[in-house]
């Protein structure tokens, strides 16, 4: 009797546990869509409604002139166009270094193992600053080039260090097999190792890609020609057009009969699309990979 009122009350702190977790859940999930859905409520209600300023959770006067004038604007595809090559490039760039640095790192063996990963934790506190890499681009003649936005942001250490776990993490029976089937290294790596790491490859190339689409500090550092700016500057450059006091809105003109708030939440809308996009395809291999790549170490 007991036991069964034991195992009773349990149940019932479970479920209350779970109700109270689903609570918590739904109004934080309520505070981030709120003003997700004010951004599209914005971006698609009619002029008078968003300059008067009471449009909360539903649009007024629905209509998508916004959508149309932005996906017309040439500089807003320019735009697109350098951030989708930054982030392509650069997500493989970094994956292919990450992996390439993590796997050797993996090996207890290694010799000076030890002293390599305090050099590589060292650069996650300091860095040369600002001015040493705006010399170092010049030198190297990627001024106002993409490649130096992606150079300085090449391997991420949090990345590397996921990606070593995860090779710690693989039977050390499943090398030593290969090895006597004749395999070196390298060939253990690509036919081996990286399809049994394919979690968290999947898992570091979703943070490689939202970095480098959210890239903006090295973009205002390094890239002064506005045929070569990202998407992340272009945006800023129509908020500041868009609330300059004197109205002054260059990137709009007589014929569009739109609000500046309009076309700022539009652009944010469509900028925050290809990761809305591509998340869900990545998303069932985020949460292992992190898991066992943390979990060592």
Known sequence: MVGGKMEKNITKV???????????????????????????????????????GNIQIWPKDFQIEAYKYVLSSKEFFMALNNSLYITFFGTILGVFLSVMAAYPLSKIHLPGRNKIMILFVFTMMFNGGIIPQ???????GL?????????????????????????????????????????????????????LAIPVIATISLFYVVMYWNEYFY?????????????????????????????????????????????INTTVVLSMLPMIILYPFLQRFLLKGMIIGSVKG
Not at 14 to 25: A, C
Not at 26 to 50: D, E, K, Q, R
Not at 227 to 250: K, S, W
Request: hydrophobic share 55%; glycine share 2%.
């Open 14 to 52: 479970d479920k209350g546990f779970v109700f109270f977790s689903y609570t918590m859940l739904a109004l934080f999930s309520l505070l981030v869509a709120i003003p997700i859905i004010n951004l599209v409520s914005v971006s698609v209600s009619g002029m008078s409604h968003v300059l008067s």
């Open 134 to 140: 705006y010399i170092l681009m010049n030198k190297l």
């Open 143 to 195: 001024l106002n080039n993409l490649w130096a936005v992606i150079l300085p942001l090449s391997i991420n250490v949090f990345n590397m260090l996921i990606v070593k776990n995860y090779f710690e993490s693989i039977p050390e029976d499943i090398e030593e097999a290969a090895k006597i089937d004749g395999a070196n290294q390298f060939t253990i790596l690509i036919r081996v190792m990286l399809p």
């Open 219 to 263: 973009s205002r550092l390094f890239i002064n020609e506005f045929t070569e700016i990202p998407l992340q500057v272009y945006l800023r450059m129509v908020i500041f057009e868009a609330m300059d006091p004197a109205g002054n809105f260059a990137l709009s003109n007589a014929n569009v009969k739109l609000a500046p708030q309009s076309i």
